[in-house]
């Protein structure tokens, strides 16, 4: 194999702060050959991130490199002066950054941010670098490219922006590009956008790229090989194939184990990680998986386990799989997830895509006729009164109609904008429709009268995104939990506590919770925490929004499990918002997809995700990331934006961006059909239905 | 931006009416009225009753704000008691002197503010970022007619380096003629304002270079200087114009006591010996007059500041 | 009860973060970390017990004049010399402290008392109410509050209590239009919609989330908003529009003085200056560190 061009060795990273010292990094190996492509993932704290940074020695404030070697082409970057560090930063190594909002300019023009790295380090003029910056973001296919050299970063999408931000690392031609979750604060159909110009770009230029992502589905077709990071230091390292194929450290068979995409069976609980990363303040004894591994014994707690290939003991090959574990699966071994699943809870099993033990025969609990919102685009009382003001409003939501059934979960999929938290709002009572109404158990929540309404409100009950926020921060738990009693006057003080006990332990925490705050909790438990206050009231419904999308996947999976597992004991049903499909997927009977406020398709999960009707569900569904490196290449996924809610087009909203569109969808509004099976309604002119998809994949 | 300049105008409308309206209920909290106030505690009643008659102020307090209100917009702001003159042509006389000592005084104190606010936040936690932050918790304690009896004790009388009275001239360009008298006053009015700003700076700049964009422009190559020059500093200063504006009350009620003290011959003085003499005429005609003025120097700084701003100035 | 996920509690919450104590507790540990604040505290301590404890161990006469003993400069008898008056300089810096020290605290804290009850009242209400009353605050601030007292001071002849009213009626602008923001901020919070859904009203947020939150901010303003009546009392009595004589404050001791700096008295100048200074600067401390104390987010678990 050719001289690496990129050799991390041993790296030790250390970050001062308030708390202590982070041991962020501790001994990483890692190798990168010219045009190469490699996968950090790893989940929140693992070190994944600081890996990154510290090649170009980014590293944040408090942060350096105590030991180890970073050799590019030969120079060790960790050792080097910060002159040579400026020569190589965004010339031969570009870089680019998660979140687009923040890390450009606001208030410099995108032609001279992009043009920036270039009067950096080549004698060019002024002119002949925003000429070459022109060419790269029409490269990064920014449309316009003349023409938004001028604008500034907020007249663009998110998704514009990060291509403006890859062109800016791209400018130069470096050798390596280093994107650090590059995709993550993006939609999925922009992520695969986004994605598929990276890897296009790296085959075009010739460079190598490191990809760092917490997303398994993000790198499974993107990478050669893979590092799967684990407390500061690299648990497993494999060509990506092997790896998907047959992981061999215990978590990163936990990882894959804990993906809702893993779930063969949409009936039964996904493979949770107990416990919690471990914090990186002290230097732990021995493994530092073995708290959270089933397979963990008195050796691995006891000494800590190096990288090998697991044949010889021996330092492995820069291209081997390997591992470091002391009881690694045998790759010969079968379906490596089978071991860590929970046992099926006996009893319990149900078919997927019923309606939990209820099946479809539920009596409808929720009903939504023709909900609508629209917001005017100034709030403001003086606003209102200048001139052409008049009739400029965003329309949120756009007639939904739905039915949720006592006990079912009913999932609500869309990009960000499509108006599926509005909806979740409208459905709890915290916002008032524009149009249409919402029945509770068959009574229209309009005709409630304010008494009713106090009473309702112990019926419907909304799980934040954020319980953090959604919780007084100046409250103890007990108070926390206590407060919805309280308030609905239910029981007295020693009943009230006894209640709260009671619903920690229906989520699994600990009962001594009520005398701390909820700052103290970690992510997952602080979700544990909205649940219980949602269910305090033992609601009949449970409207969570995006629940899980905050957390790791091993936490995600532990949520996503209770949340079902409560559902069975205490037959609450779901209205379950959230943008994973893969979550929904796993979790939903019923699915609802929304496209910039209307709801394009609804129906059984199982047969919307099998055979998606509408254009946008079925791009929707090739857009996403499924964590399997032999995956085909989707048939379809979207191109183009969301337009704006506030314009929305005429006729069908998701004309713009559909394949099949004619001039019958400018100007008609698609009513809603059940073109192939009863239940499954599709808003759309030209359905994806048997005869008409077939065609389409052949064209 | 239009319907950002729309919005803005008609909200500085709505505070230079209600500015009026202020300034009219002070003139009927006059003792004993406007009449009291102009003839005399003395006026026997019938006097009082024909002036009331004859000036319109026994009509219904509406009708009287509305003829007020007419009056102003004509530039009528009455007689002063003492000086006999228009209060008008007196404030026409003023208002530019106080207008210049205002507007060196805030162009000095961003001069100076600017670079100790980025000095302080580049040295933060060290020992310059301590000094200079104890010295501007005392300077912004320090009251304007303390620290100018100081400058006059220390460079008018002991080091007999400036002039302890200001420029006494006609005409500004008079005034400016005699720079070296301008000093102390300049300064004394603007140190309480570089303590403010370069507060502001420094959290401004530390604020923005934890920004992401920072981070990018490092990733770039730029050095830590150019990167404060070419980012930092742009997106730090740009709300320094609205700051500005919000000081513009702070920085007449330091004109004020330093016209005062070093007997400058702007609006400031000709309001300090208007109460002194109970000129109530003069007294409300510069109240209305600085409140005018604020109120327009607010907005042009909002505006100053949406045309900096690309966030503001593209929106439609 | 089977839940698959019981085991998955993991290590509980974690020991090492500390528990929130109240606004006290957290304002007096903000103390002890904060340097500058307890300077500013330790300050403050120590001029309350000089202008109230001092006459104690320093009798003076500060009601009668005695024209044999004026002028003098420090010495035996009278550390810091005596006024054009006779009065001693010192037990007259403490007597005028007074003054100043109940003026600016009594007027501060009405000021913060007024204005937070009207900005929680346009922040709370929103929508016509708030831009109503903010065009309102909008339009007296504009007018700056030195000109407004001065007017409002020629009308009146100020005893202590009217001055407090005064200082007071200009000064709770500053807080209205602060607390307005936080009460704005505050009502939109996820947690103030969480109870809504639980079924609570508009008392139980007020009472119950909103004050709580917004303590601290109306705190750490009330220590600015009696630093400015301090300044605002020294202003006015500046500008001769005071308590009239014999009574005094630290900014009527000052201007009394201005007439004889020329003769070189600088003890009539000097100690009342630095009293405003350290005063000032001690309460605008003092604000800093609570601020500091208060403004702490909860950090991530």
Not at chain 2, 226 to 234: D, K, S, T
Not at chain 3, 27 to 43: D, E
Not at chain 3, 172 to 201: K, T, V
Request: net charge positive; glycine share 10%.
């Amino acid at each position: 194999m050719t001289d690496p061009l990129l050799r991390v060795e041993d790296l030790h990273v250390e970050i001062a702060g308030r708390g202590g010292t982070v041991r962020a990094l501790d001994g990483v190996d890692l190798t990168l050959a010219p045009g190469e492509a490699l996968g950090i993932v790893g989940e929140s704290g693992c070190g994944k991130t600081m890996t990154a940074l510290s090649v170009l020695g980014l590293l944040p404030p408090g942060g350096r490199v105590t030991g180890g070697r970073i050799l590019f082409d030969g120079t060790d970057l960790a050792a080097a002066p910060e002159r040579v560090l400026r020569g190589i930063r965004g010339n031969t190594v570009g870089m680019v950054f998660q979140d687009p909002l923040t890390s450009l300019n606001p208030t410099v023009t995108l032609g001279a941010q992009v043009a920036e790295p270039l009067l950096l380090h080549r004698k060019v003029s002024r002119a002949e670098a925003w000429a070459k910056a022109e060419e790269t973001l029409r490269l990064v296919g920014l449309p316009r490219p003349a023409e938004r050299l001028r604008h500034y970063p907020h007249q663009l999408s998110g998704g514009m922006r990060q291509r403006v931000a890859i062109a800016m690392a791209l400018i130069c031609e470096p050798r390596l590009l280093i994107a650090d979750e590059p995709t993550t604060a993006l939609d999925v159909t922009t992520q695969h956008q986004i994605l598929e110009l990276l890897d296009e770009l790296r085959t075009r230029l010739g460079m190598a790229l490191i990809l760092v992502t917490h997303d398994l589905g993000v790198i499974a077709r993107r990478v050669d090989r893979v590092a799967v990071m684990y407390g500061g230091r690299i648990a497993e390292r494999a060509p990506v194939r092997p790896l998907f194929a047959a992981p061999r450290h215990r978590y990163t068979q936990a990882l894959f184990a804990a993906l809702p995409d893993a779930a063969t069976d949409a009936g039964r609980p996904l493979a949770t990680v107990p416990g919690l990363p471990p914090s990186l303040t002290s230097r732990p004894t021995g493994c530092r998986f073995a708290p959270r591994c089933g397979f963990a014994t008195d050796l691995c707690r006891a000494a800590e386990p190096e990288l090998t290939d697991g044949l010889d003991g021996a330092a492995p090959a820069d291209t081997a799989h390997a591992v470091a574990c002391f009881h690694p699966a045998d790759p010969a071994a079968g379906d490596p997830a089978a071991a860590l699943l929970p046992p099926h809870p006996a009893g319990e099993a149900r078919e997927p895509g019923t309606a939990g033990t209820l099946g479809n025969t539920g009596e409808p609990l929720l009903r939504l006729a023709g909900l609508s919102k629209t917001y005017p685009l100034h709030a403001s009382p003086f606003a209102r009164r200048g001139p052409g003001a008049r009739g400029r409003e965003i329309s949120a939501v756009a007639g939904v109609s739905l039915t949720v059934r006592r006990g079912e979960t009913f999932g609500i999929v869309g990009e960000s904008g499509c108006g599926k938290s509005t909806l979740g709002r409208m459905v709890v009572g915290l916002e008032p429709p524009t149009a249409g109404s919402v029945h509770f158990a068959g009574r229209d929540l309009a005709t409630l009268t304010k008494r009713e309404l106090r009473a309702h409100r112990r019926r419907v009950q909304l799980m934040f995104q954020d319980s953090s926020a959604a919780m007084d921060p100046r409250m103890r738990v007990g108070a926390v939990l206590r407060e919805p009693l309280v308030i609905q006057g239910i029981g007295d003080r020693a009943e009230q506590r006894r209640r709260v006990a009671g619903l920690l332990d229906d989520v699994g925490l600990p009962r001594g919770a009520v005398d701390r705050y909820p700052h103290e909790f970690s992510g997952g438990q602080r979700q544990r925490l909205g649940l219980a206050r949602a269910l305090a009231l033992s609601p009949a419904l449970v409207v969570a929004d995006e629940p899980v999308s905050a957390l790791d996947v091993s936490v995600q999976a532990q949520i996503l499990n209770l949340m079902r597992a409560l559902q069975r004991e205490k037959g609450i049903g779901y209205l379950f918002i959230s943008h994973d499909l893969a979550v929904v997927r796993h979790l939903a009977d019923s699915v609802g997809v929304m496209y910039l406020g209307k709801l394009v398709e609804t129906g059984p999960a199982r047969q919307v995700f099998a055979r998606p009707l509408h254009p946008y569900t079925r791009g929707l569904l090739d857009s996403a990331n499924t964590p399997d490196p032999d995956a085909p290449p989707p048939v379809s996924p979207l191109g183009g934006e969301t337009p704006s809610a506030a314009a929305p087009p005429s006729g069908c909203r998701f004309r713009t961006r559909c394949p099949r569109a004619a001039g019958l969808c400018a100007t008609t509004e698609p009513p809603p059909t059940e073109p192939e099976t009863p239940g499954h309604r599709v808003a759309c002119h030209f359905p994806l239905t048997s005869a008409g998809s077939r065609g389409l994949s052949s064209g | 931006m239009i319907r950002f300049l729309a919005k803005r105008l008609t909200q500085a409308l709505v505070v230079l009416l209600l500015v009026s309206v202020l300034v009219f209920v002070l003139l009927h909290l006059l003792p004993g009225g406007p009449a009291r106030a102009i003839l005399g505690v003395q006026a026997t009643p019938d006097a009082v009753a024909h002036f009331n008659h004859q000036q319109g102020y026994d009509r219904s307090l509406p009708e009287q704000y509305v003829s007020y209100l007419g009056r102003l917009l004509t530039g009528d702001l009455g007689e002063s008691y003492k000086l006999n003159q228009s209060v008008a042509s007196l404030l026409a006389e003023r208002l530019p002197k106080t207008a210049l000592l205002a507007g060196l005084a805030l162009a000095l104190a961003a001069v100076v503010a600017v670079p100790l606010g980025v000095l302080q936040a580049v040295r933060r936690g060290r020992a310059a970022d301590y000094l200079l932050t104890g010295v501007a918790f005392l300077a912004y304690a320090t009251p304007v007619f303390f620290l100018g009896l100081v400058l006059i004790l220390v460079f008018g009388q002991q080091l007999q380096l400036l002039p302890a009275e200001a420029p006494q001239a006609d005409t500004v360009g008079g005034i400016l003629a005699q720079a070296p008298a301008l000093v102390l006053p300049v300064v004394t009015a603007a140190l309480g304002i570089v303590a403010a700003f370069s507060r502001y700076l420094r959290s401004a700049v530390l604020d923005n270079l934890a920004e992401d964009y920072v981070r990018t422009a490092r990733a770039k190559g730029q050095s830590n200087a150019r990167i404060m020059a070419r980012h930092v500093l742009r997106n730090a200063l740009i709300p320094l114009a609205t700051l500005l504006g919000l000081y513009l009350p702070t920085l007449f009620s330091g004109t004020l006591v330093v016209e005062s003290m070093f007997n400058y011959p702007g609006m400031g003085l000709l309001f300090w010996n208007a109460a002194q003499s109970s000129d109530f005429p003069v007294l409300l005609g510069v109240t209305l007059v600085v409140g005018v003025a604020t109120v327009l120097g607010s907005l042009l700084a909002d505006l100053a500041y949406a045309l900096l701003d690309p966030r503001i100035r593209s929106v439609t | 009860m089977t839940i698959p996920a019981l085991d998955a509690v993991g290590a509980g919450p974690p020991d090492a973060a500390p528990a929130v104590p109240g606004p006290a507790r957290r304002a007096l540990a903000a103390l002890t970390r904060n340097k500058l604040a307890l300077a500013g505290a330790l300050v403050l301590l120590a001029l309350f017990a000089f202008c109230f404890l001092g006459p104690l161990l320093h009798p003076t006469d500060q009601i009668h004049t005695d024209l044999a003993q004026a002028g003098r400069a420090p010495g035996v008898g009278h550390p810091l010399g005596t006024t054009d008056l006779g009065y001693d300089q010192l037990g007259r810096l403490m007597y005028g402290g007074r003054t100043s020290l109940e003026v600016g605290l009594a007027a501060g804290l009405l000021a913060t008392l007024l204005g937070t009850v009207y900005g929680a009242v346009a922040g709370y209400c929103g929508g016509w109410v708030d831009a109503v009353l903010m065009r309102i605050t909008d339009a007296a601030l504009a007018i700056p509050a030195l000109f407004l007292l001065v007017v409002v001071a020629t009308l009146i002849t100020p005893s202590k209590p009217v001055l407090i009213l005064i200082i007071a009626s200009v000064a709770w602008l500053s807080p209205a239009r602060l607390i307005r923001g936080e009460a704005l901020a505050l009502r939109s919070r996820d947690y103030l919609h969480a109870m809504r859904l639980m079924g609570g009203g508009g008392g139980r947020a007020v009472f119950r989330h909103i004050v709580p939150n917004a303590v601290g901010t109306v705190l750490v303003n009330a220590t600015f908003q009696v630093a400015d009546a301090i300044l605002y009392v020294a202003y006015l009595s500046f500008l001769g529009l005071s308590v009239p004589p014999p009574a005094a404050d630290w900014g009527s001791l000052l201007s009394a003085g201005i007439t004889y700096t020329q003769v070189g008295h600088w003890w009539l100048i000097f100690p009342p200056g630095l009293a405003i200074v350290l005063v000032v600067a001690a309460f605008n401390c003092l604000g800093d560190g609570l601020r500091d104390a208060f403004d702490v987010r909860p950090a991530k678990g």
